[in-house]
């Protein structure tokens, strides 16, 4: 069979992110300031989805061939493979459509997790939703196109070992750059777990399962490898949840991928009491360039009611703070527009956004994802329904003390007065710019990269083993929701 994957570069969402809901990029454009964030912004070519790249890999290990194809149709196709965000349904839906009309008429199947969560929004003559991970194509696609249900479970992967490296060969992967991350170049995308046992209620990672699962170092590190050498890849971001959640498995992959052909970077996304000082260390040693973190809000009354502890900013400080001497960059989450805010909740976000001064600082606006325990419990505050604007740069809620261009505009205002500080340069310019560091720049941070009393440990006093199961649910969690 020939098989295509259908995509689309619309609206520039990065379908990987959120937990495969999507996210677009800042769109500022209210004064010079803005657009030169949103050129920053502009400047990455994300990686396509990491589904669509394990998705060639099964449909070549199965015999088939495999086309990527970009808001346009193959001259012919057997299947189609459609994967939405959110914020693509309705051009999703054209394409299917379309496809449909060929003749001899093809198979369409819709997967991946807006699928999963929003079954109905595809409902076509002709179209199969799969509910669970596309990945379990590899054994059984074939049952999926005997089937004649609209929607089929096909459930989750039980051993992520047993599936072949992704195939980014049928992919621009020349051009994929993360540029808030890395200063190398192509980037690819890895995983060495799936899932969290975390209960955010929010949060888009558990909607499919809530529970991780894990590949041996050993695989995660020849996958690497194979990167390298394959695509020529430099740069590598994890999109783990929860990276370091098994501390021991982390600090394998690290001394593996110390031993790999070329010194490369890497990026990864965690909760702060899940990196250890011995963890960043060894990671940092081999090339780790980046941390993404979900902060999210200062405000213990919103995080108590959304069912998230209070932040204790000292460590989230000094996490950050400790991060900066050790050369590595920080990606903060921080979020705006919950119904109840206020013009001066808001401005406590970005004063701790301030006071934390991680090296970036994403304002992402409160967004509720389909199939989370959030939108249902705010499902009647929804004031947008238009699928299209939930990118977490687009206020979609009815506010009690805000209009929701009063909260777009103090968006964008989070965003001027942030990255516009002396005191943001002054501590982050090495780490934007590490060729300053040969003109001395950030040598106060880099000369003596750790306190002398070695006090700074942002960890909390759980053993390696019991790591793996959280007892509760806090704020730190990654879903800071572009992540």
């Known amino acids: 069979m020939h098989i295509c994957l259908w995509d689309t570069n619309q609206r520039g969402i990065s379908k990987d992110f959120a937990g495969g809901y999507g996210v677009g990029m800042f769109n500022g454009t209210a004064s010079l300031r803005q657009r030169i964030i949103r050129w920053g912004y502009q400047r990455d070519r994300r990686p396509v989805a990491l589904n669509f790249a394990y998705l060639a890999a099964i449909f070549r290990r199965l015999g088939h061939t495999v086309e990527y194809c970009v808001d346009r149709l193959p001259s012919r196709a057997d299947v189609f493979i459609f994967n939405p965000a959110l914020q693509t349904i309705e051009l999703e839906l054209q394409g299917i459509k379309a496809a449909l009309k060929q003749a001899p008429r093809p198979r369409v199947l819709v ?38 249900q609209p929607v089929v479970d096909v459930g989750t992967v039980k051993d992520l070992d047993n599936l072949p490296w992704p195939d980014w060969s049928v992919f621009p992967h020349r051009r994929f750059s993360i540029r808030y991350d890395f200063t190398r170049f192509p980037t690819g995308l890895v995983q060495q777990s799936r899932g969290c046992t975390f209960t955010c209620n929010y949060c888009p990672y558990i909607a499919v399962e809530n529970r991780t699962r894990f590949r041996s170092p050993e695989q995660v590190a020849a996958e690497m490898e194979h990167g390298i050498r394959q695509y020529g890849f430099q740069s590598f ?75 204790r900013d000292d460590r989230q400080q000094e996490f950050v703070e400790l991060c900066r001497r050790l050369g590595i960059r920080t990606v903060a989450g921080f979020m705006i527009g919950f119904p109840e805010d206020t013009e001066r909740t808001i401005q406590n976000v970005l004063n701790y956004a301030c006071k934390v001064n991680p090296t970036y600082a994403n304002f992402n606006i409160v967004t509720p994802y389909p199939g989370t325990e959030f939108f249902q419990q705010i499902k009647s505050q929804i004031a947008d329904p238009r699928l299209d604007k939930y990118d977490v740069y687009h206020p979609v809620l009815q506010y009690r003390n805000l209009t929701a261009e ?32 040969r003109f001395g720049v950030g040598s106060r941070f880099t000369k003596n990269p750790l306190p002398a009393n070695n006090t700074v440990q942002p960890s909390d006093s759980r053993s390696p083993e019991s790591a793996t199961k959280p007892k509760t649910a806090t704020h730190e969690k990654p879903g800071s929701q572009a992540a």
């Not at 600090?251 to 031993?259: F, K, N, P, S, V």
């Not at 999210?296 to 995080?303: F, K, R, S, V």
Request: a positive charge; hydrophobic letters at 40%; aromatic letters at 8%.
């Open 111 to 148: 997967v991946g997790a807006v699928a999963h969560a929003l079954p109905d929004s595809f409902a076509l003559e002709g179209v199969t939703v799969l509910r669970g991970e596309p990945e379990q194509l590899l054994g059984k696609l074939q049952e999926v196109l005997d089937s004649d």
């Open 406 to 437: 009063q909260v777009s505009k103090l968006h964008g205002r989070c965003f001027e007065r942030f990255y516009f500080r002396m005191r943001y340069l002054r501590a982050n310019a090495h780490l934007l710019w590490p060729s300053l560091r």
């Open 237 to 311: 971001k994890f999109r783990d949840p929860l990276f370091g959640l098994d501390r021991r498995r982390a600090l394998r992959l690290a001394e593996l991928i110390g031993h790999l052909p070329r010194r490369i970077q890497f990026s990864i996304e965690s909760r702060i009491d899940l990196l250890r000082l011995e963890t960043l260390q060894a990671l940092r040693d081999v090339g780790l360039t980046a941390i993404t973190v979900g902060i999210e809000t200062p405000n213990e009354d919103t995080l108590r009611q959304y069912q998230r502890l209070p932040i």
